[in-house]
Structure formats: C-alpha cells, structure tokens
C-alpha cells in the first residue's frame, strides 16, 4: 500500500511540473474554414508570436522551469481526448523503456515496453473510456507523468500504437520544431489575444477574427470568420463580445457602402463652420494616423447610415450600454476595453487587460473648432442615437471609466461598426 502510495505522490509531483504544458489548435468556421496565419499575443506578458497555417501553440513555464526542451519533452495532445490522442516524448539514452496507461486507482490499462532509440519517440492512444488517467513514461535515465482526461462515452477497445522514432538519427534537432510546435512562455491566468487570419483568393478580401482566452488545458480556438470590408477595401478585425460582434479596430473609410465619396473637410475653418457631413485625419496626417486609429467623422457623416459596410451599422447607444454592461460596467469595461502597453496609449494606461479584444485605442478627437486633442489620452466613439435636434451619445474611453457623453454634432469622433 505504501508503494501505491508513494506513485501517487509521485504522479501528483509530476503533473504540477507539467500543468502548465497546454497545447493550442486551431480551427475556422463562418466565411472561410482555411487560416492562413495567427497572431498571439501574451497582454499579460506583452509578448507576441506569429504561426502559420497547421502549427500548434505550446503553452508552458519555459522561463521558469529551466527545461532544455532539446532532451526534457514529453506531451500528451490532445488533452482531453475524446476518441484518440498522441504521446510524444523525447528519449534521452537508448535502452528499454516503458510506456504505461493507469486509471485513477492505480490498475494499469495499456502498456507498451519498447527499446527506444534516443530522439523524439511518438505512440497513438485510442479507446478511452470517459474517466480520469494517468500516462507514464519510464526509460533509461529519464520518466514523465502526465494527467490524461477523455470524454469518450462510447466503449471502444483501449489501443496503445508505437508509431516510431522522429529524427533518432538527429538527435539534437529540438523535438518540439519537428512537431510543428511553437514555444510560448505561459503562466496560468495569463490573458491570451489570438488572431485568426484568412486571405481568401476572390473578391471578398481578408477576414480577420479575434478570440481572447485564459487557457487552463490544451484546448481548440476557433475563429468564426465574418466578411467586413468597405468600399476603400478595408478589411476589418472583428471580435465577439458576448452576444454582439464588434469591429476590433477604427473605421477608415472615405466612401459610403454607395460608394459616394464621403468630404474630406482638413481646414480648421471650414470643419467649424461645416453642418454637413465630413472626415478628416488627426492633425491631418493621414501617414501616421490613418491605419492606427482610423478617421474622425462629424455625427452628419454618422447620420447618414451608409458609414458602415453592408450588413454592419454604427452601434446605438442602447448597443453601447449592452457591451458596457456585458464587460461590467463603466470602470471595469475600461480596463478590459483599451489595447494594453504605452504604445499608443499615454502612461499610466491604468488596468489596461484588452481581454474583451475590443482594443480601444486613443484616438482623441476634433472639437467643433476644427483643433485636434487628446491623442494618447482618450478614444472618442460615435453612437448613432440622436440627442435632441444639436447633440448625440457617444462614449469616451479615458484612464478613469467608459463614459457616455452626449456631444455637439460638428464634433469629429471614431466609429465602431456593430454586425447588423
């Protein structure tokens, strides 16, 4: 009994050392079902990594651990299983080894016993019953543990299938790089930001999802692909945020969905004295501004209701207040709106997380006046709910709160586009 004991204590040790070993996937739905690319980005950590099409993310302590992943790799993916998963493990000496499937009480499922070449060694478990299971190996000179969930309800035969050595003739090519597995430092409730990136051969352009996650286990993303794209060819990032679907990033349109041309109003007088509709770039540059933060428009432009590309319209006020309650409200929906860093946004950028993916950005704003202010301190968005015959809501994003604010119409503010 001791000796069970003592297995289990060792399983338990082992499965910390590796908790944080999650593998990520991905997968695409809605417009396109082909990822072309994705971007990571750790807000936590503030570091950021690109994969390509068929990669998988790892996710672990690699800072902190002090693992040589070129002779210490094992993984068990994917975690849980549902019909069939693949172990792979890096043999650091050749010599007999064992491979050995165990139920929560100790009694042993499957096992393998093989002479393995030193290199990455890889076997395909299938048939789990729904339950709880520990994996071991044990080799010369080197043991992993790992914790195995299926959710297999069917009751097929348990199978443990050797399928070889990877690369035993090149033993010091990193195991993980022949998997096509990419590294990334992770520590539990750590936020991740995953964009998805599809560029379709046709006319409709490239879609581009957000997802943010906190993973806890090896687990599939996936991007649900929408088409948004105006009439300048702007393809937007789009992003879900409980039940409604919000453009990640600024408008920069300078064509209605008509495709009549929206004025272009630069001179400070003309902007004050304008009652019609109009954009402009702040401080017109439109080099440095318009790709990060987009254009400013006058609540006229927003009025017109062709702003926006087809089947998407500038968010109601009421919509606003859906997302802001959604996130939390005023304060919390602040920190969980604005892109994190001091890249754009001006110190402190106070309890910037982003973890909605809304990436709010400071965009400032052009008064009445014509005079551009408040880039780097706050982003300003037009709502499309009227305010009376002069003013209409619109909502401020600061280092305090989310604010909703009704405005006189002559001012020039960003635009978020909601899907219809």
Known sequence: MRKISFLFLLMFATVGLYSQNYNISFA????????????VNNLTKNTTLTLNNGDILHLGSLGTENIDVSVDYFQVFPNPMLDKSEI???????????????????????????DFSKGLQKCHLSGLK?????????????????????????????KLVFIGDINSANPAVNPKSTATTIDMDYT????LLFKGISVYKGINGIYKTIVTDIPTSSKTITFDFVQCKDNDNN??????????????????????????????????????????????WYANDVVANKD????????HAVNTTKLCPAAWHVATDAEWTTLIGYLGGSTSAMGKMKETGLLHWNSPNYAATNESGFTALPGGSRTIGG???????YGSWWSSSAEGIYDSWSRMVNNLSVNSVSMTNENGFSVRCIKD
Do not use: H
Request: overall charge neutral; proline content about 3%; glycine content about 10%.
């Open 28 to 39: 695409a739905t809605g417009a396109s079902t082909t990822i072309t690319s994705i971007e």
């Open 88 to 114: 792979s493990f890096y043999a650091k000496q050749s010599g007999i080894g064992k491979i050995i499937v165990c139920e929560m009480t100790g009694r042993n499922i499957l096992q393998v016993e093989k």
């Open 130 to 158: 729904q339950g709880v299971y520990f994996i071991s190996i044990i080799g010369n000179g080197y043991s992993y543990t790992s914790k195995l969930i299926s959710n297999n309800t069917a009751q097929p035969e348990s």
């Open 188 to 191: 539990n409730g750590d936020i």
């Open 235 to 280: 393809n937007y990032v789009v992003v879900k945020i409980g039940t409604q679907l919000w453009m990640a990033e600024n408008l920069k349109t300078t064509k209605y969905n008509d495709n009549n041309p929206i004025p272009l109003v630069s001179d400070t007088t003309v902007w004050a004295n304008t009652l019609t509709p109009a954009y402009c």
């Open 292 to 299: 990060v933060y987009g254009a400013l428009y006058n609540w």
């Open 371 to 377: 005079i551009y202010n408040g880039l780097g301190n």
